[in-house]
Nanobody, 124 residues
Framework: QVQLVESGGGLVQAGGSLRLSCAAS????????MGWFRQAPGKEREFVAA????????YDPDSVKGRFTISRDNAKNTVYLQMNSLKPEDTANYYC?????????????????WGQGTQVTVSS
């Protein structure tokens, strides 16, 4: 069982930055593939970024376009999402997820554990 707790969300003006953190419980964090998803009101949950157990990174090109960076610190059982040049359309609840194994890593269905989410609001 893995428990995930996100933090770092908040209100920011367009063009600003935020760094989200996701702290995981358990002693096997380094073996998990980690992902960030987001969900805006009335919309489906969508993939943002993922980082595999071996450090390989994957981004959604349409929503991220070089503005976001995912990273992990296995010593701290934490995964991060650095978000720069934020836009109002980035406003959503951001969720951290963990998976033992993934194929593509972009589908929410591939992930076994989810956090409660942290709200990001970008004002224009």
């Amino acid at each position: 069982q893995v428990q995930l707790v996100e933090s770092g969300g908040g209100l920011v003006q367009a063009g600003g930055s935020l760094r989200l953190s996701c702290a995981a419980s358990g002693r096997t964090f380094s073996s998990y593939n980690m992902g960030w998803f987001r969900q805006a009101p009335g919309k489906e949950r969508e993939f943002v970024a993922a980082i595999r157990w071996n450090g390989g990174r994957l981004y959604d090109p349409d929503s991220v376009k070089g503005r976001f960076t995912i990273s992990r610190d296995n010593a701290k059982n934490t995964v991060y999402l650095q978000m720069n040049s934020l836009k109002p359309e980035d406003t959503a609840n951001y969720y951290c997820a963990a998976a033992r194994t993934v194929v593509g890593g972009r589908s929410p269905g591939e992930y076994d554990y989810w956090g409660q989410g942290t709200q990001v609001t970008v004002s224009s």
